[in-house]
C-alpha cells in the first residue's frame, strides 16, 4: 500500500475499517481536559470494554439475591462457570475445547505446567528461555531448576541473537536447539518478547524441539489475542497466558492454559492436585482418591473466581464477534503504517526501532529503544496525552491494538513524538 503522511489518509483508513465500530465499545481514558487520550498501552493492561459492568452485575444480584444457591441457580451458575469460556478460549488460540482452561494466575499456571512437564533426568536437564524474557518467566524456570537441585548457571540456556541485537533469527534458534538438543528438558519461550515485541516462529521451534525429543512449551502473556494462534495444528505441548494484557479483562485477570490433548488425557502424567481438577461426575462425594479428567480441566486446583472470570466472558464475547483473523489482519495493516510514520523522525530523535520490519515477525507493539534522553521522550508523550510505557533501561513500548486504536491515533501519535 502507498501511504500519505497527512491526517485524511488516516481517517480515509479509518472509514474504510470494518473493525472500526468496536472502538466505541470500549471506554478510552481521557485527559485531565477530557480529551480521549491516545491508549497505546494494551500491551500492558487492556481497556475495559463496556459490557463488563452488566457481566459482573449480574454475578454481584446473584450472589446477593441466592447466597451459597448460586452455585446452582444463578442465572450463570457458578459451579460450571469456567466452562462459559471454554469453546471462546479453545477458537482464540486455535485448540480444541479439551485443551482449554481458564485458571488461576500466569506465573502459577507456568509452574503448574512446569510440575508436569520438565521432569529432568541426568541427560536432560536443561531448560530453554529467549534472551530478554520477562523476568517472571526467568525467576520461574530459575526456582524450578533449583528445586530441582540444578544449578540455573547449567542448567539454563538464553537464546540471544549472534549480532548482539535484541531480535533472536529463528535459524539460529534451530541451530542452538539442534546442537543441544540432547540435553533439554524443556523448551519455554514468550510467544512475543515482551522488551522486543518479536513475534517467534512457534511451529518451526515446536518442529525443531520435538525433533530432539524435547518437551516444547509457550507463555503466551503477549501473543493471546494479539496473533492469530494454531497451538493445536502446531502440535505445541502446553502454553499458558494471562488475560489483562490483550484481553481485556481487567487488572490481574485470570490466567488459562493449553495441555495438548494427548497429555491431556494421560491421566497418569504427575501434577499437582486439586479437587477442581477431579473427575466432576464423583467431585462432589468428596473421595480420598483424585480421579484426574482426562482433559485440561485436571490441572485445575480449585473452583473457579467468578468475577475475574465475569470480566473475562465480557470481552471474550467481542473477540468472538471480530474474529482473530480480521483482527490480525488489522493489526498488521496498523503496525505497518505507524512503522511507515515513525521512520522518518527516528535518527533525529535519537530511536532505534527494534522490533522487526516483517509484520509477520511482531504483533501489535513497536519497540523504540531511546538514547540518553529517552526518559524525557516518554514523559513529553505522557505530557500530551499518550499512554504508552517504559520499561528500563531505554525502551518506550507502544501497542497499537485493532479493537480499539485507530489509524487516526497512529497519526497524532506521531506527530506527537516528532514535537
Not at 487492556?46 to 444463578?74: C, I, M, T
Not at 479437587?275 to 468428596?286: E, V
Request: charged share 20%.
Amino acid at each position: 500500500m502507498e501511504y500519505q503522511t497527512g491526517i485524511e489518509f488516516a481517517r480515509e483508513m479509518d472509514r474504510q475499517d470494518p473493525l472500526s465500530g468496536f472502538r466505541d465499545r470500549f471506554h478510552i481514558p481521557r485527559t485531565p481536559e477530557g480529551k480521549e487520550t491516545i491508549y497505546f498501552c494494551g500491551n500492558s493492561l487492556g481497556l475495559q470494554p463496556k459490557s463488563v459492568r452488566k457481566y459482573v452485575e449480574q454475578e454481584l444480584k446473584d450472589w446477593e439475591n441466592l447466597g451459597v444457591e448460586g452455585h446452582f441457580h444463578a442465572k450463570n451458575p457458578w459451579m460450571p462457570y469456567h466452562e462459559f469460556l471454554t469453546e471462546s478460549t479453545a477458537r482464540l488460540v486455535g485448540a480444541q475445547p479439551n485443551e482449554v482452561v481458564v485458571m488461576n494466575a500466569l506465573t502459577v499456571n507456568l509452574h503448574l505446567m512446569m510440575v508436569t512437564f520438565y521432569r529432568p533426568t541426568k541427560e536432560r536437564f536443561k531448560i530453554v528461555i529467549e534472551g530478554n524474557a520477562f523476568p517472571s518467566d526467568q525467576y520461574a524456570v530459575r526456582s524450578q531448576l533449583k528445586f530441582h537441585g540444578i544449578d540455573p548457571e547449567e542448567g539454563l540456556i538464553v537464546l540471544r541473537s549472534k549480532s548482539g541485537n535484541p531480535v533472536i533469527p529463528t535459524e539460529e534458534i534451530e541451530e542452538i536447539i539442534a546442537r543441544e538438543g540432547d540435553s533439554i528438558a524443556l523448551i519455554l519461550i514468550g510467544g512475543v518478547n515482551y522488551y522486543s515485541g518479536q513475534a517467534f516462529d512457534l511451529p518451526r521451534i515446536v518442529k525443531a524441539g520435538h525433533a530432539k525429543g524435547c518437551v516444547v512449551g509457550f507463555d503466551l502473556a503477549h501473543a493471546a489475542g494479539n496473533l492469530h494462534l494454531h497451538l493445536h495444528d502446531w502440535n505445541v505441548d502446553f502454553a499458558a497466558w494471562c488475560s489483562y494484557k490483550y484481553l481485556n479483562s481487567g487488572p490481574g485477570g485470570v490466567s488459562a492454559v493449553y495441555i495438548h490433548e494427548r497429555h491431556g488425557s494421560n491421566t497418569a502424567l504427575p501434577r499437582f492436585a486439586g479437587w477442581w481438577g477431579h473427575d466432576k461426575n464423583s467431585r462432589f462425594k468428596m473421595p480420598d482418591e483424585f480421579v484426574p479428567m482426562p482433559t485440561a480441566e485436571a490441572w485445575q486446583m480449585s473452583n473457579a473466581p467468578i468475577l475475574p472470570m465475569a470480566t473475562l466472558r465480557a470481552s471474550m464475547e467481542i473477540f468472538d464477534e471480530a474474529g482473530m483473523a480480521a483482527l490480525r489482519a488489522k493489526s498488521e495493516k496498523l503496525s505497518a503504517y505507524l512503522y511507515w510514520l515513525l521512520q522518518p523522525h527516528l535518527e533525529r530523535l535519537g530511536i532505534n526501532l527494534i522490533t522487526p520490519s516483517d509484520p509477520a515477525q511482531r504483533g501489535c507493539q513497536l519497540s523504540l529503544q531511546t538514547s540518553a534522553n529517552g526518559r524525557q521522550i516518554f514523559d513529553r508523550l505522557e505530557k500530551n496525552g499518550v499512554i504508552c510505557d517504559w520499561r528500563e533501561p531505554d525502551v518506550i513500548r507502544i501497542a497499537a491494538v485493532p479493537l480499539y486504536n485507530s489509524f487516526e491515533d497512529c497519526w497524532r501519535f506521531v506527530e506527537i513524538l516528532k514535537g
